[in-house]
């Protein structure tokens, strides 16, 4: 064999390893983006948004590993191999599990809280008025002291508006109608151990409608959106880590049956997430989008969009269960 040719193979083999290596790392990717999916940007859980509360675990996200990183799985290209590993709830074998991202959908979503007598009855009618709070006559809102909560800092404000649309200093049981509630969140949280360190910058806005006595359904629109900057380190690993979640409530119309819950009878949620780690210079980026539509049954509608890979899913109330095609 020619010098020439040896050379040749030698770099076509080197190649190859390098290509090798590539797709071995990117398969391995999910074990260091897979769980910031699983949780809500810290603090998140103080604003008006459709995430369950259960899924602000307190602490900044820590990737698990950043020997590679990345995400792998959830829907993806049809394939013996690819129905094997997603286990019908939208996710590979080495990504998310349960229900949707960030906890699922908190209570008043799914039919999980009953409606009673009086304020606060039911889902979303629940507005408790700090003391120090002062009505503006020329803004017609309610604007309470900054609260501390567990590091950060939240603001919040109301608007009150009866059958006619006129402004009321504080929620009246047996006049207010509309109810709008805007929050934001913003501080620094370090972990326990003091790994990482977290900025967060959270709003939202979210209106509800049909809460007088006599209502006969209550409507509900809202924004929110979630941004988490990390810097930390992981087994001698310096890494920064961005995580962004957007969350849209649109025309969400839940009938009013006092002393029962009730699945909502129209509307959609819109939810997205970005996580990107970046380390050593190298940068992952993963997004992921859920739409979930309701239309009075109890089985709900979900679009999920993983990157750029879309799938059709139902989930099943009370049950909660979550499947894709």
Do not use: W
């Amino acid at each position: 064999m020619s010098g020439s040719m040896k050379q040749l193979l030698t770099v076509a083999a080197a190649l190859t390893a390098a290509a090798c290596a590539d797709l071995t790392t990117t398969s391995e990717q999910s074990v260091a983006l897979s769980p910031a999916f699983q949780t809500i940007p810290v603090g998140f859980s103080a604003n008006s948004n459709s995430f369950d509360a259960s899924g602000d675990a307190g602490s900044p996200f820590f990737p698990e590993n950043l020997s590679s990183i990345g995400f792998h799985g959830g829907p993806g290209p049809s394939g013996d191999d690819d129905k094997r590993r997603d286990g019908h709830n939208g996710f590979g074998e080495r990504g998310i599990r349960g229900l949707l991202m960030g906890g699922g959908l908190g209570p008043d979503f799914i039919g999980a809280l009953a409606f009673g007598r009086g304020k606060g009855r039911g889902p979303f009618g629940i507005f408790s008025l700090p003391d120090g709070c002062t009505f503006s006559e020329a803004t017609g809102r309610v604007t309470c002291p900054p609260k501390e909560r567990d590091g950060m800092t939240v603001n919040v404000s109301f608007a009150f508006h009866d059958a006619d649309g006129d402004a009321q200093p504080a929620f009246d049981t047996l006049s207010t109608d509309l109810v709008n509630v805007q929050i934001d969140v913003s501080g620094t949280k370090t972990r326990h151990d003091g790994a990482v360190t977290s900025t967060v910058s959270h709003e939202s806005d979210r209106t509800v409608s049909g809460l007088a006595p006599g209502s006969t359904q209550r409507t509900v629109n809202g924004t929110a959106e979630a941004h988490e900057s990390t810097t930390g380190t992981r087994d001698e690993v310096v890494f920064t880590a961005e995580r962004e979640a957007y969350d849209t409530t649109s025309s969400l119309v839940i009938p009013i049956v006092e002393g029962r819950p009730t699945i909502p009878s129209g509307g959609t949620v819109i939810r997205r997430m970005r996580v990107s780690i970046t380390r050593a210079g190298e940068t992952a980026t993963k997004f992921r989008r859920e739409k979930i539509m309701f239309d009075g049954t109890n089985v709900v509608k979900v679009e999920i969009t993983q990157d750029d890979v879309t799938k059709n899913c139902t989930i099943t109330l009370p049950e909660k269960k979550l499947v894709c095609e």
